[in-house]
Nanobody, 126 residues
Framework: QVQLGESGGGMVQAGDSLRLSCVTS??????????VGWFRQAPGNEREFVAE????????FHADSVKGRFTISRDDAKNILYLQMNNLKPEDTAVYFC?????????????????WGQGTQVTVSS
């Protein structure tokens, strides 16, 4: 079974940057054969799509709320998924999750992903 783990969250001020990482534990995972994505969930809110890479064609998608500020990428040699977050805003405060699925994509919705990490907290103060 695929296991994912996020790291890199923390508390920052508005305008700062963070880079989140997602790595595999347990069975080896080749990320270029999975659609991979980032989601976030604030208290009392539904889980929200942030960004995604479809494994067919390496198509990249970013939610309108983060386009131009966040960038999803992957290191195929190390099987690491990244989310670079620049110009953070208080409304970005949430638990951030990485996810993976064998579907060719696009997926974009949390219900379409099978494998999930446990999340990492990002808090942005004004």
């Amino acid at each position: 079974q695929v296991q994912l783990g996020e790291s890199g969250g923390g508390m920052v001020q508005a305008g700062d940057s963070l880079r989140l990482s997602c790595v595999t534990s347990g069975r080896a995972l080749t990320l270029n054969y999975y659609t991979v994505g980032w989601f976030r969930q604030a208290p009392g809110n539904e889980r929200e799509f942030v960004a995604e890479i479809s494994w067919i064609g390496d198509r990249t998608f970013h939610a309108d709320s983060v386009k131009g500020r966040f960038t999803i990428s992957r290191d195929d040699a190390k099987n690491i998924l990244y989310l670079q977050m620049n110009n953070l805003k208080p409304e970005d405060t949430a638990v951030y999750f990485c996810a993976a699925d064998r579907s060719p994509g696009p997926i974009r919705r949390p219900t379409g992903y099978e494998y999930w990490g446990q999340g990492t907290q990002v808090t942005v103060s004004s």
